[in-house]
């Protein structure tokens, strides 16, 4: 009979992962409770190149006071300390789409190429390699365990914000580690999310209303998966032309993915007011082709980046950049420098609908700052080419996160606790702070718990320092 009880219970636990993954997000959350700051205890002025609004500063200085950017300047503020970092000082990076659930897993080598999402997911290997651990560690681990491990791996990579955590795995009743821009957010919850389109009737009065509230001016950022597989592929042609028929194009929605999309496609959601969130390294590795990107930029589509999921995503967004990159100049779209940095900043913020406090160094702002090591003179060439190893300090509303342990202790005026680490990352000794944004109620776990409850229950969890 015990062993009937777990069966019934871990089978319950695996159909409302299955549930929340595929439901997304389609209502209005609650708010989370107000979560204890950890500011530094006095003003500071960050000096360095900085990428601001109106173009990139060879040296500057960015004051930062009670969480916000309260001066940005080429002048030398006399009034705070200054803190040289001789880095690039530039906006925390937003990732407009992801499954941080699942970013606990080492990278998955696909067998062979799909022609759409809907084959892979039904797959063997994806089952035994992907969905069968998750559901394992869904069992054996505490609630959020996987995420805040992924938003860890996020953070140390220079992202202050995401999409896509999943409602099985994340929730309103807790903070997240970075900002979970699909949830809540400055006030409000004004974006939803859905995995599939609704299927006949399933699904079909939640997506109802997530249109009636873009109708209605109250929801401004709508992330769906849409067409992902191969051009020519019969199963995401029919989901495009459903996508149209239901009236899902709409200025607020974000494709995501898209990749199946051909040229008049991308023209005709274009002028709907579309917006794309573009996962390239995903899709060249499940399906061996990529969104038309250049062309939804001939066609005037804002364009951002996401890291999709590590099992077949980038190990990072500064990484999923240089795909991109790449991806473009060989569709004959090169971009510059500085746009390709917008997808992950300022591109990125509007498309969340959150531009009026993220996504640029701007005084009054939300002080959610990410400084790289400088190898480059100019600072946009500089994001470019930078990895996670170039990370020197990443701020959240003005919280020291993650940093180098000399200006973390510095700048921090030598905070200590429980949830405040030393670790060796890439070779550079950095300190993590995983509790900035926890309820005063709330237990944080270490990142050092948290590694040690994945893999007690799942060694092969892919490292986050790799």
């Excluded at 991806?327 to 498309?351: C, F, I, N, Y």
């Excluded at 000794?429 to 005063?440: A, E, I, K, V, Y």
Aim: net charge negative; with cysteine; proline share 7%.
């Amino acid at each position: 009979m015990a062993d009937t009880v777990t069966s019934n219970a871990s089978r319950t636990a695996h159909e409302s992962f299955e549930e929340a993954y595929h439901r997304g997000i389609t209502d209005e959350l609650p708010a989370p409770p107000r979560r204890a700051r950890a500011l530094p205890p006095a003003p500071f002025a960050l000096r360095g190149a900085v990428i601001t609004p109106e173009g990139a500063w060879s040296a500057g200085y960015v004051t930062v006071a009670d969480g916000r950017v309260d001066r940005v300047s080429r002048r030398r503020p006399t009034s705070v300390p200054v803190h040289e970092t001789d880095g690039v000082i530039l906006p925390g990076l937003l990732d407009l789409h992801g499954h941080p659930e699942f970013n606990v897993f080492a990278a998955w080598e696909p067998p062979k190429l799909y022609a759409n999402r809907y084959a892979w997911r039904r797959s063997t290997a994806y089952k035994q390699l992907v969905r069968d651990p998750q559901n394992a560690l869904r069992d054996a681990v505490p609630p959020q365990t996987q995420t805040r491990y992924a938003e860890v791996r996020a953070l140390v990579g220079g992202v202050t914000g995401i999409q896509g955590a999943a409602s099985a795995s994340s929730s309103a009743a807790a903070e997240p580690l970075v900002r979970n821009i699909d949830r809540w957010a400055f006030g409000a919850h004004r974006a939803r999310s859905l995995v599939d389109l609704p299927s006949g009737s399933f699904g079909k009065e939640s997506f109802d209303r997530i249109i009636a509230h873009i109708a209605a001016g109250s929801v401004n950022a709508f992330y769906l998966h849409l067409s992902e597989g191969r051009r020519g592929d019969e199963v995401s042609e029919e989901e495009f032309r459903r996508f149209i028929d239901l009236g899902a194009a709409t200025p607020a929605t974000n494709i995501i993915h898209g990749s199946a999309l051909t040229a008049a496609d991308l023209h005709e959601v274009a002028d709907a007011g579309c917006r794309l969130v573009w996962s390239p390294q995903s899709n060249l590795r499940l399906y061996g082709e990529t969104t038309l990107a250049g062309e939804a930029l001939r066609a005037g589509m804002p364009v951002a980046l996401g890291a999709d999921w590590l099992p077949s995503g980038s190990t990072s967004l500064l990484a999923e950049m240089k795909v991109a990159r790449r991806e473009l100049a060989r569709q004959g779209h090169p971009v510059p420098a500085a746009d390709l940095v917008a997808m992950v900043t300022s591109v990125a913020a509007r498309m969340a609908g959150l531009d009026e406090h993220l996504g640029s160094v701007a005084e009054g702002r939300p002080a959610d700052l990410l400084v790289l090591e400088r190898h480059h003179r100019d600072p946009y060439e500089n994001v470019c080419l930078a990895d996670p190893s170039w990370v020197e300090l990443v701020c959240i509303g003005g919280d020291v996160t993650y940093g180098r342990a000399d200006w973390f202790d510095e700048l921090s005026g030598g905070a200590a606790g429980s949830t405040i680490e030393d670790l060796a990352a890439w070779g550079k000794p950095m300190r993590l702070d995983t509790g900035f944004q926890s309820h005063p109620t709330a237990a944080s776990p270490s990142l050092t718990e948290i590694r040690a409850l994945l893999t007690s229950a799942y060694p092969p969890v892919g490292p986050i320092f790799a």
